[in-house]
């Protein structure tokens, strides 16, 4: 039985390539596509579906805001209703947005912000209207140029506003002796010399009827609210309504631009109506309250000291503190606090700066050999950094040795 040789081993070949090293594996941590795609997919949804929500809502809240007393609104504040009344008993009823633009010879223009208006404005429809016009608060410079006998009750010293609320007419006007109470309120107005007031307010009224001429006049009323969709069915509101805006077969309704500024001397603000007496009554108030609370606010006075009941000596933390340590046989705790306050001592003595809050070892080191020749760096290196004791005697020697340390550092 023979048994076959190894074949000898053949040198390499020197012109053979060498075999290729393995390709390194990838370790990149830069963001992948893929990786991106999968962390932010889930947000991207989320904010598609707040897009598609916030869509659907503004398709099904498409409709169109209109302003109070606007007739093309079904809002409570709206005036589609006294609208829809007028075209039931036959009348024409047209919306514009420019009063002036076309004479209403026998018809009845509403104005409901004619404080909005220009002054040339103003003066076109004074010139081209020959029917009722209907004025709805105008303030005094629309009173001025439409109605000069009617003034505001505030300038003579009567109330200048009013809530609405059921009034009784108290006057002979037949549109209001038909409809009976109403819902009047808003600016009162005083009727002047040729006009008629209605539905009484203290001193003013807030309905006044003035005739103009031999087949026009002028219709103010201190507030629309009677006209809105939602008190035009209580009283005799409707009644009233169709009285003041149907007794001309056509009735031109004025849109007004509300982006315009109020014409000077024309709708006031709250302030306007607060007497000048109030207001220097109101600043002497604030520097009573000031006054007030300067006098009865808390001061702080000097530092009072006051005797201790017990006297605790600051040795009781430490001590307190070592018998934690002990029950606790935290040795190596207890070892790392004397080893780190005794560097942070020593390091100002050696000039070493600390580094984070704490001196650099090495740095240290080799300072405490330079100053102490007698004791090697490894000794020191021990003592300081080395490992933590074993039993309570050998951290009874560490304390000693390194009081000893610091001793010799400070006094070498």
């Known amino acids: 039985m023979t048994s076959a040789t190894p074949a000898p081993p053949t040198a390499p070949d020197p012109t053979a390539a060498p075999a290729p090293a393995d390709a390194p594996t990838a370790t990149s941590t830069a963001p992948t596509g893929r990786g991106l795609w999968r962390r932010a997919r889930w947000y991207l949804l989320t904010a598609a579906l707040v897009l598609l929500a916030a869509v659907l809502l503004a398709a099904v809240n498409r409709e169109r805001q209109y302003p109070p007393l606007d007739p093309r609104s079904y809002e409570p504040t709206g005036g589609h209703a006294v609208v829809t009344l007028l075209e039931r008993e036959g009348l024409e009823v047209e919306l514009t947005g420019d009063p002036a633009a076309r004479p209403t010879d026998a018809g009845t223009l509403v104005l409901p912000e004619p404080d909005l208006l220009t002054a040339e404005q103003l003066t076109a429809v004074a010139a081209a209207h020959h029917g009722r016009l209907v004025l709805i608060a105008p303030g005094p410079a629309a009173l001025s140029a439409l ?154 006075g000097p530092v009072v000291s006051e005797r201790l009941p017990v006297v605790v000596r600051a040795s009781e933390t430490t001590e307190g503190r070592a018998r934690l340590y002990r029950r606790a046989r935290a040795r190596g705790r207890a070892a790392d606090a004397l080893r780190r306050a005794t560097a942070l001592r020593i390091a100002p003595a050696l000039g070493v700066p600390p580094v984070a809050g704490a001196p650099d070892p090495t740095a240290l080191c080799a300072a405490v050999a330079d100053r102490l020749p007698e004791r090697p760096g490894g000794d020191v290196a021990a003592l300081l950094y080395g490992p933590p004791p074993t039993d309570d005697a050998a951290l009874l020697r560490l304390a000693d040795d390194l009081d000893t340390l610091e001793r010799q550092v400070r006094k070498p």
């Open 147 to 300: 109605v000069p006998g009617v003034r505001t009750s505030d300038e003579n010293g009567g109330l200048p506003y009013a809530g609405v609320r059921s009034t009784a007419p108290g006057c002979s006007l037949p549109e209001a002796v038909r409809a009976g109470s109403a819902h009047l309120g808003g600016l009162l107005y005083t009727a002047g010399s040729r006009g008629e007031g209605c539905y009484p307010r203290g001193h003013g009224y807030p309905l006044v009827a003035v005739a103009t001429g031999r087949n026009t006049d002028v219709v103010v009323l201190g507030s629309g609210d009677l006209l809105t969709n939602e008190l035009l069915k209580k009283d005799g509101n409707a009644a009233l309504g169709l009285g003041l805006l149907g007794s001309r077969p056509h009735v031109t309704w004025h849109l007004p631009d509300y982006t315009a500024p109020v014409a000077e001397g024309g709708r006031k603000s709250f302030q306007d109506y607060i007497p000048e007496g109030w207001t220097w009554a109101g600043y002497q108030l604030a520097v009573a309250v000031v006054l007030a609370a300067l006098w009865r606010a808390r001061r702080l």
